[in-house]
């Protein structure tokens, strides 16, 4: 029996790991989506820095950041959340949209908290709606012109 829990437990580290925050970026739609697993570190803030910064660089903006997490996970450490904090700082003003699509009430709360906080217009979706939030973030420059000048944010052509 005991050698038996041995070889499962061999086995079950075999097994990869699923990432705890992982992020693609749909380039045709100018978006970054970021899936949630569990809390966040500051490794995942530096690798999603890493994909935003060099297509900022390229196109001059991103039209979309895409956070789909079925709750708020929160973070590793105090860190993390500082490394979170840096990357807001860091990203706001080059992103038009950020999506939040999440069966969360604190995610649900966010784009009222972030008002004043940061350049991007943020809106809540369901977690089934990602797709939505994609739709809604690849917008970009289609938004209304109003929402564009608020944000202070140049529209950028799809091509």
Do not use: N, Y
């Not at 061999?10 to 978006?31: I, K, N």
């Amino acid at each position: 029996m005991l050698e038996q829990v041995r070889e499962a437990g061999t086995w079950l580290q075999g097994l990869p790991v699923r990432a705890a925050v992982s992020h693609r970026l749909l380039a045709d739609l100018g978006v970054i989506v970021v899936e949630v697993h569990r809390v966040l570190r500051v490794q995942d803030f530096d690798a999603l820095g890493l994909t935003a910064d060099a297509r900022i660089k390229a196109h001059g903006q991103l039209h979309g950041l895409v956070i789909h997490a079925c709750a708020f996970p929160g973070w590793d450490d105090f860190g993390s959340f500082l490394w979170q904090i840096r990357f807001v700082r860091d990203h706001h003003r080059k992103i038009e949209g950020v999506a939040l699509a999440a069966d969360s009430q604190f995610m649900s709360l966010a784009p009222r908290l972030s008002e004043h906080l940061v350049k991007a217009e943020v809106k809540s979706f369901g977690f089934e709606d990602l797709e939505a939030a994609v739709a809604w973030t690849g917008e970009g420059a289609g938004r209304s012109s109003a929402s564009i000048l608020m944000h202070d944010t140049p529209a950028e052509s799809t091509a």
